[in-house]
């Protein structure tokens, strides 16, 4: 099976312009996310999808492999979309560009459902069970509830399941995905729906169409970087490993 790993980074941001060449330790954030995503054996290849030039030269400088997307793409799983346009492959995954401390063996996760359950699941997702109260009210940690078959039927960014009957797990978003091709097809012509507006999460347009979105728990926790704070947290975090 050809499975390729796609890092979409883009260098405008609201809460942090520049974030992909953030310095850690010596090296640009998006070096420590390309070389976690090459330790990973089942990848033929990964790439770094960027729309940016200063992005495009640093890769370049460091021997990471780049190719260069439209600069119109409202996410960045349309720039993925793009990449399969391009690059044909059975499976390709999407990892975070903002996730430096993200471990190989949660990217790994994503792919398994594609071996099991290849005739059934078209989307991956990765989650992880909450251990920091204050993330079960942060808006930008997705919540996510599955059904008993691991399979996605909701994510807010408020606290659920509401606790009624009971205390309850809370389980958040890692933002890992695979796709296969049909579904990234669909993605990449389909207009944003209801719920997905309102709640501004990309993979709810795979559920509120009625696509199954496999969801595997990891207790690999990530650290994605929004702001220079979490930058800081991240550089500690790096340091001591």
């Not at 021997?63 to 390709?92: C, F, L, Q």
Request: charged share 30%; aromatic share 10%; hydrophobic share 35%.
């Amino acid at each position: 099976m050809n499975i390729i790993g796609i890092i979409p980074a883009r260098y405008k941001s609201s809460r942090f312009e520049g974030k992909p060449l953030a310095d850690i330790h010596g090296k640009p954030m998006i070096w420590w996310v390309y070389n976690q995503a090459i330790k990973v054996k089942e990848f033929s290849s990964v790439y770094v999808a960027t729309d940016d030039e200063r992005i495009e030269k640093v890769c370049e400088d460091l021997d990471i492999n780049v190719i260069m997307t439209s600069d119109k793409h409202p996410t960045g799983t349309d720039r993925v979309g793009e990449v399969a346009r391009k690059i044909k492959a059975d499976i390709y995954i999407n990892i975070q560009g903002d996730e430096p401390t993200i471990k190989p063996e949660t990217i790994r996760k994503a792919i398994e459902p594609f071996y099991n359950d290849s005739n059934e699941i078209l989307v991956t997702n990765m989650m992880t069970e909450i251990k920091k109260s204050y993330e079960i009210v942060d808006n930008t940690v997705p919540k996510v509830v599955v059904n008993k078959e691991g399979c996605g039927v909701f994510l807010s960014r408020l606290p659920i399941p509401y606790p009624k009957g009971g205390d309850c797990k809370y389980y958040k978003q890692v933002c890992v995905y695979g796709f296969t091709p049909k579904a990234l097809e669909f993605y990449c012509n389909s207009e944003r729906g209801n719920i997905e507006s309102i709640e501004d999460i990309e993979i709810l347009r795979f559920i509120e169409a009625g696509y199954k979105v496999k969801f595997i728990e990891t207790d690999h926790d990530t650290v994605a970087v929004d702001t220079k704070k979490d930058l800081e947290r991240v550089r500690r975090i790096i340091k001591n490993i």
